[in-house]
Nanobody, 124 residues
């Protein structure tokens, strides 16, 4: 079992930056591929980016490429999402997720474990 807790969300002006954290407890996060998704009311959960088990491969949605960066921390069981050049379209609840395989990382159905989410609001 893996429990995931996100933090770091908040209100930021357009053009600003935020760094989200995902802390995993239970079985170490390095046994899982991990990813960030986001969701706004009335829309499906959207893939933001992911990182494989060994941190040798990442994948990003086109909408965030060049602006967002995913990494695993030196502190065990932590994953980060560095978000730069934020705009109003990035406003959403951001979720951390963990999967046993790095197959179709943009498919939310591949992820077994989910956090509760953290709100990111970008004011224009």
């Amino acid at each position: 079992q893996v429990q995931l807790v996100e933090s770091g969300g908040g209100l930021v002006q357009a053009g600003g930056s935020l760094r989200l954290s995902c802390a995993a407890s239970g079985r170490t996060s390095r046994n899982y591929a991990m990813a960030w998704f986001r969701q706004v009311p009335g829309k499906e959960r959207e893939f933001v980016g992911g990182i494989n088990k060994l941190s040798t491969s990442t994948s990003y949605a086109d909408s965030v490429k060049g602006r967002f960066t995913i990494s695993r921390g030196n502190v065990e069981n932590t994953m980060y999402l560095q978000m730069n050049s934020l705009n109003a379209e990035d406003t959403a609840v951001y979720f951390c997720a963990a999967a046993e395989t790095w197959v179709a990382p943009n498919d939310p159905l591949k992820y077994k474990y989910w956090g509760q989410g953290t709100q990111v609001t970008v004011s224009s």
